[in-house]
């Protein structure tokens, strides 16, 4: 069986009782060729992938099932682009799931995305470490914080919402909701199918 790739910069969590590494494994559901798919879904992979490069293997390993794969990418495409949170915002939620799930391939594709938002190496860094590790705005530090919580206990505590509520309107607060849904969600797929 394919062993999985590993990036060079793996992810280092804190070692806080909310984080934990997964630890790597056999790829289980391998990228598709593109004659292994059905021609329309092999079409839309081809067409997602950025110049120059593969389309992301979450989406390809998606288009093994691909009845869902064209709804999947306008869901996605709306949140990641549509949305009312600045990109920086939404990439610091992405990375904090990828840290908090332990996913190398979402961690290395956002943070990729992170920097074209204006975060800076030292700052992408920090996102998998303690909130009060790093100098965060309080809007900023407010956003990790409930990814935290979202993910370790599928909820927001009444402080913490309190702090993100006086930083965001109500579509933004339903966005960041979906932000740390999405990105929980797709660290699982990678990090379940071995990409």
């Not at 979450?58 to 949305?83: C, H, I, S």
Request: proline share 7%; charged share 20%; with cysteine.
């Amino acid at each position: 069986m394919a062993r999985r790739e590993h990036h060079s910069r793996r992810v280092t969590l804190w070692r806080g009782a909310r984080f934990r590494a997964v630890p790597p494994h056999d790829v289980r559901i391998p990228v598709p060729r593109a004659d292994e798919l059905r021609p329309d879904a092999a079409q839309v992979v081809a067409a997602i992938a950025p110049p120059g490069r593969e389309p992301a293997k979450t989406m390809a390993v998606l288009a093994r099932q691909p009845d869902l794969l064209q709804p999947f990418l306008g869901w996605a495409a709306a949140l990641a682009l549509q949305g009312v949170l600045p990109h920086r915002e939404h990439e610091l939620l992405a990375l904090r799931a990828a840290a908090i799930c332990g996913s190398d391939f979402e961690w290395v594709e956002h943070a990729e995305y992170a920097r074209a938002a204006g975060l800076t190496d030292g700052e992408i860094a920090a996102v998998a470490r303690a909130v009060r590790s790093h100098s965060w705005t309080p809007r900023e530090a407010a956003l990790l914080r409930t990814t935290d919580e979202l993910i370790a206990d599928h909820d927001v505590s009444d402080a913490t919402w309190a702090q993100l509520a006086s930083h965001f309107d109500l579509p933004a607060l339903v966005e960041i909701l979906f932000v740390v849904g999405q990105y929980t969600m797709l660290s699982m797929v990678a990090n379940g199918a071995g990409i």
